[in-house]
């Protein structure tokens, strides 16, 4: 029974683990973008395992793939030795890129991937000085975590690398706010000047940042700004980090990586997530001459084993082969001008915001830009009644946050969408 393994889960599991809904629930099978629970509920997944499970659920070419290679007997060599489907899966990744002359190395989670990154580049530079931005969230180890400008994920104030703080694309609340799109990416450069003379000693190593912020609530900036913090930047040597674990592979509908809208190429990029469809798989990708200043010999023991390089091959294929790039754009944008039309203009929801299939609703207390929180897990449970699994997310906990598989249809669209205006105008009790 559930609630059997709900007193276990809370016996043996750390507090700080949070669990869903009120009666949270246990998944037991999945197909398409459905799931199934343990009492027999089946519902509509606008949330994919916090948007890994990208093209959906029991996709008969990834879990074939995974068959072959299980059949072979070989799960696990170690990167000592030669791995085919982690050669393959390199470079594919590098040549989708857009790094030139890039290397890879794989991991196993989005936080690995970035603490990898960060001791690249603090070897590179032979700094420990890093630029971030508040609002971000980049992991759950340690120098993640002291990148992290999100205080309720941040589980310790320690933090090995000395760091200063941009402003995010935040457009409901802070001193960026009141600015028009260009306004903004002006201020936001200057900004970055002054910390740079007044915060750091000049030889930064990195910047990281998301170009859609995940935990933040999908809050991101005006296209356009990394270019012009990366002019800064280029000026003083310092290498840009795109963390694209929740923004890569097409998710964001009009490019393949988030970092795209902005007209720049970064040093380095991190991706986790979406490419292992649910297998532990993760990385960063950059230029050699970075990625290669690691002065000792160092190796991930799963990162790129050959069950999860194989499952992340069947998906990169799939992926381009269904053009999920273009399925995001056009089913996201059913989401997004459904959810502005039918809710948008409701007093108590700031902003519907986000790319593709990448979608948030922020709210606020009636009239003001105060959060409420409240109200979002209101919504959050009407949606699972209503038989739809979403997020929540931003950096108050009031963000209603959508990241459904990239195989989508039009018609599931239209049906999360329904779910969704009624759970949000029901929530706010307004009238239909």
């Not at 923004?247 to 970064?266: C, D, L, S, V």
């Not at 399925?327 to 944008?333: D, E, T």
């Not at 700031?350 to 003001?368: D, Q, Y």
């Amino acid at each position: 029974m559930t609630d059997d393994l709900l007193a276990r889960h809370r016996a043996v599991l750390p507090s700080w683990m949070p669990l869903y809904y009120a009666e949270p629930i246990e998944l037991v099978s999945g197909s398409g973008r459905r799931v199934t629970d343990a009492q027999g509920r089946t519902y509509l997944d606008f949330f994919g395992g916090v948007l890994t499970n990208m093209v959906g659920y029991d996709i008969p070419e990834i879990r074939e793939a995974v068959e072959r290679q299980l059949a072979t007997g070989i799960v696990h060599t170690s990167t000592l030795y030669l791995i085919r489907q982690q050669v393959e899966l390199a470079e594919k990744i590098a040549q989708r890129s857009g790094i030139p002359d890039a290397r890879v190395f794989f991991t196993n989670s989005g936080t690995e991937a970035n603490e990898a990154a960060l001791l690249v580049a603090t070897n590179y530079r032979r700094s420990h000085q890093i630029l971030a931005v508040r609002n971000s969230y980049h992991g759950r180890s340690y120098a993640a975590m002291g990148v992290t400008g999100n205080r309720t994920w941040s589980a310790s104030g320690l933090n090995p690398l000395q760091v200063a703080w941009l402003h995010s694309g935040d457009r409901v609340r802070g001193l960026l706010a009141r600015l028009s799109a260009g306004e903004q990416v002006d201020a936001a450069v200057e900004d970055l000047r002054e910390v740079l003379a007044t915060q750091t000693t000049g030889d930064v190593a990195a910047l990281i940042a998301e170009p859609i912020q995940g935990v933040g609530g999908f809050v991101h900036p005006p296209d356009g700004l990394f270019a012009g913090w990366k002019k800064v930047l280029d000026e003083h040597g310092i290498l840009f980090i795109a963390d694209e674990v929740q923004t890569g592979w097409g998710r964001t509908g009009e490019h393949f990586w988030g970092y795209q809208a902005h007209g720049i190429t970064p040093d380095l990029l991190t991706f986790a997530k979406g490419v292992g469809n649910g297998f532990a798989l993760a990385g960063v990708v950059g230029r050699a001459e970075v990625l290669e200043s690691v002065p000792g010999i160092s190796f991930s023991t799963f990162g790129g084993n050959p069950i999860s390089t194989t499952a992340g091959n069947a998906v990169l294929d799939y992926l381009v082969a269904h053009d999920l790039q273009a399925n995001a754009a056009r089913v996201g944008a059913i989401l997004a001008d459904g959810l502005r039309s039918a809710v948008g203009g409701l007093d108590c929801v700031a902003e519907v915001r986000g790319k593709g299939l990448m979608l948030g609703v922020e709210f606020v207390v009636p009239g003001t830009s105060e959060p409420d929180p409240a109200l979002t897990n209101r919504v959050f449970e009407a949606c699972r009644t209503g038989g739809l699994l979403a997020g929540k997310g931003g950096l108050y906990g009031n963000v209603l946050r959508m990241g459904p598989p990239l195989t989508l249809t039009e018609e599931e669209a239209r049906e999360g969408l329904a779910i969704l205006v009624d759970a949000i105008r029901s929530s706010a009790e307004v009238p239909a």
